[in-house]
Structure formats: structure tokens, C-alpha cells
T-cell receptor, first 110, second 113 residues
Framework: NAGVTQTPKFQVLKTGQSMTLQCAQD?????MYWYRQDPGMGLRLIYY???????DKGEVPNGYNVSRLNKREFSLRLESAAPSQTSVYFC?????????FGSGTRLTVV | AQSVSQHNHHVILSEAASLELGCNYS??????LFWYVQYPGQHLQLLLK??????LVKGIKGFEAEFIKSKFSFNLRKPSVQWSDTAEYFC???????????FGKGTRLSVIA
């Protein structure tokens, strides 16, 4: 009964490096989301996927790409990391009954 | 597009004081409303949610919230706070059950002895 699992939990990148944040859910939810959390800004939606095979931009999509690999997995890719992408990233999934959040990935870009 | 306003950025209360955190949203249609709590270093936990029915919603840890449609508000309350309630609180809204949540910027609550 893992819920939403995110990896890694912590990551330090150099400017210009690329990386992929992984997210998997085991609740058979159709919808999945990526948010970033910055101090004083709340959580802002980066991308979401309403169902397998579909993705849509959220409020702050620039500099990111996503892949909905299958119903369980939704990954977030930073092609060329920038210091402005230093943040805590949360993955979530949802059904009609509510949302489940992962424990977050703290990313620092130096 | 929907938006959520949380009026208090940082609230400091003494233990046993009463709490009310404001939340207003902008959207003219039917919404679902949520309050989440984030303890230091942890992820979001659901305190309570409102989909329909009784506008006074009771959640976990003694929290409750009241939906006032005419005021587009969903304020969070607790009669008597404890030191362990120190956390950040987020109000969120969506327009139907399976769409992205839109979050407010959060209110940091510090409870002092």
C-alpha cells in the first residue's frame, strides 16, 4: 500500500545538467500531476495527465517535459537545469474521491 | 481560471487560542474545496474537504471549515490549537473531482507555549 512513490528524494544538479524525476502510483488512478513548491508561492502545477497517453501544461511548464509512460508512472524531465528550478517537486494522483501526494523531491541546481 | 487567496501569510498563536485561517476563491461555478496541512519537512496531508451537502465540514485533528458560497469562502477553524499544530496550511480548489487542484500560497502557523 505505497500510494505515490517519488524518486529520488534529494538531488543536486549543476546548471545545464539534465535529470528525470520518477513518480509511480499503485491506486489505479487515471489522473496524475506534477507540482513545484517554492517558499511563499504555494504549490504550482507544472504538468498533468488526465489519463494514460495524454498530458497538458499547467501554470509553470517552461523548462520541463513529462511522459505518462503507463497508467502507473508519470515522469518529469529537466532537459537543461537552471537555478530557477531549485524547488521541492511533488507528484500526485487522483480519483473522484480525492488526491494522494508523494513525499517530494528536493532539487537544488547550482 | 480559478484562483485561491489566503489572507494570512504567518499567524502566531499561543497554545489553547482559537484559530481561523481565511480562504477565498474565484470561480463562479461549482467547486470542490480542500484544506491541506504540511508539517515541517513532510508532504501534504488532507485535513478536510467539501464536495457538497452540509457546508460545515469536520476534519481530522479537531479542524473544521465552513463553506459560505455567497462569500466564496472556505475558512478553516480550530477552537483550541496545540503546539503540534505548528505547520503550513494550504487551501485548494478544483472544479470537478478529477482535475488539477489550484492552491493558495499557504499560511504558516506557529503555536507557542
Amino acid at each position: 500500500n505505497a500510494g505515490v512513490t517519488q524518486t529520488p528524494k534529494f538531488q543536486v544538479l549543476k546548471t545545464g545538467q539534465s535529470m528525470t524525476l520518477q513518480c509511480a502510483q499503485d491506486m489505479n488512478h487515471n489522473s496524475m500531476y506534477w507540482y513545484r513548491q517554492d517558499p511563499g508561492m504555494g504549490l504550482r502545477l507544472i504538468y498533468y495527465s488526465a489519463s494514460e497517453g495524454t498530458t497538458d501544461k499547467g501554470e509553470v511548464p517552461n523548462g520541463y517535459n513529462v511522459s505518462r509512460l503507463n497508467k502507473r508512472e508519470f515522469s518529469l524531465r529537466l532537459e537543461s537545469a537552471a537555478p530557477s528550478q531549485t524547488s521541492v517537486y511533488f507528484c500526485a494522483s487522483s480519483s473522484e474521491g480525492g488526491y494522494t501526494f508523494g513525499s517530494g523531491t528536493r532539487l537544488t541546481v547550482v | 481560471a480559478q484562483s485561491v487567496s489566503q489572507h494570512n501569510h504567518h499567524v502566531i498563536l499561543s497554545e489553547a487560542a482559537s484559530l481561523e485561517l481565511g480562504c477565498n476563491y474565484s470561480y463562479g461555478g461549482t467547486v470542490n474545496l480542500f484544506w491541506y496541512v504540511q508539517y515541517p519537512g513532510q508532504h501534504l496531508q488532507l485535513l478536510l474537504k467539501y464536495f457538497s451537502g452540509d457546508p460545515l465540514v469536520k476534519g481530522i485533528k479537531g479542524f473544521e471549515a465552513e463553506f459560505i458560497k455567497s462569500k466564496f469562502s472556505f475558512n478553516l477553524r480550530k477552537p483550541s490549537v496545540q503546539w503540534s499544530d505548528t505547520a503550513e496550511y494550504f487551501c485548494a480548489v478544483n472544479i470537478r473531482g478529477n482535475t488539477p487542484l489550484v492552491f493558495g500560497k499557504g499560511t504558516r502557523l506557529s503555536v507557542i507555549a
